[in-house]
Nanobody, 112 residues
Framework: QVQLVESGGGLVQAGGSLRLSCAASGSIRTINGKSWYRQAPGKQRELVAG???????NYADSVKGRFTISRDNAKNTVSLQMTKLKPEDTAVYYCYDWGGYWGKGTLVTVSS
């Protein structure tokens, strides 16, 4: 059974930092690319950042310079370091494996 489990969400003040992690287990290929998406209340799910198997990363314009995605192939994990957080970053953050698997999400709330 394939599982993606996110962790690290929580409540933080504007300007603060959080680090999200996503651990993959089951029949997921380690070499798959992975992404982070987020969905704010009343809005569509949007891509935040992605990282290929080779480590090439891309980011949404809204988070460039503030968020950093990284991966550990040995552990089959992907992380999202978020800095200079803004209230508009408040959302449920989802891990996505490019093989077509989603995590259940972790809530990030940024207070002003």
């Amino acid at each position: 059974q394939v599982q993606l489990v996110e962790s690290g969400g929580g409540l933080v003040q504007a300007g603060g930092s959080l680090r999200l992690s996503c651990a993959a287990s089951g029949s997921i290929r380690t070499i798959n690319g992975k992404s982070w998406y987020r969905q704010a209340p009343g809005k569509q799910r949007e891509l935040v950042a992605g990282i290929s198997s080779g480590g090439t990363a891309n980011y949404a314009d809204s988070v460039k310079g503030r968020f950093t995605i990284s991966r550990d192939n040995a552990k089959n994990t992907v992380s999202l370091q978020m800095t200079k957080l803004k209230p508009e970053d408040t959302a449920v953050y989802y891990c996505y494996d490019w093989g077509g698997y989603w995590g259940k999400g972790t809530l990030v709330t940024v207070s002003s």
